[in-house]
């Protein structure tokens, strides 16, 4: 996967940078690509360019102008942490975190563990750095309890939305 930030707004190729660019018009499709200076491939578009967006390779850099990719991670991973072991002291749901995933295969070939609640609208699900294992205060098992339902990020949202009304 590719990782772009925004580095100019205008119709004008910036000066500093790696010269490797998106450019994107007005209406937000993309307009050509630039690699070395020198434009590689183009497409068909409605509006000027607006932006100029470079190539990063570390993708954690990039921000939305308040906060950097990295930043929000760490911000996710705390609140998730925070209402995990909320949940755990509660015993308002059933959490627990887990080395191996439910097949007993090790998460992502090791090096990672899995934090999993059984929440009355479903099964949500999160992937962490064998480093965070201590932020989560909550029961660790040999292996995830619970088979993956195949739930996507947009179902875990919609999941976490409908606790609200309960």
């Known amino acids: 996967m590719e990782y772009y930030k925004k580095i100019s707004v205008s119709e004008r190729l910036p000066s500093e940078s790696n010269l490797n660019y998106l450019t994107v018009s007005e209406k937000g499709i993309e307009t050509a690509r630039f690699f070395n200076g020198t434009k590689f491939e183009s497409a068909h578009y409605d509006g000027e360019i607006t932006h100029w967006l470079e190539k990063v390779e570390d993708n954690t850099l990039i921000s939305d102008g308040y906060h950097t990719f990295l930043e929000l991670y760490e911000f996710r991973k705390i609140y998730n942490a925070t209402l995990f072991n909320e949940w755990h002291l509660t015993g308002q749901y059933n959490v627990h975190k887990s080395e191996r995933h439910h097949d007993g295969e090790l998460c992502f070939g090791g090096g990672w563990f899995v934090v999993v609640a059984l929440l009355p609208t479903g099964q949500i699900t999160n992937h962490y750095k064998m480093?965070?294992?201590?932020?989560?205060?909550?029961?660790?098992?040999?292996?995830?309890?619970?088979?993956?339902?195949?739930?996507?990020?947009?179902?875990?949202?919609?999941?976490?939305?409908?606790?609200?009304?309960?």
Do not use: C, Y
């Not at 965070?132 to 088979?147: G, H, N, Q, S, V």
């Not at 993956?148 to 947009?154: A, L, Q, R, V, Y």
């Open 131 to 166: 480093e965070d294992w201590d932020l989560f205060r909550i029961p660790a098992k040999d292996k995830a309890l619970f088979e993956f339902d195949g739930h996507t990020p947009s179902d875990v949202l919609k999941r976490l939305e409908s606790l609200q009304m309960i």
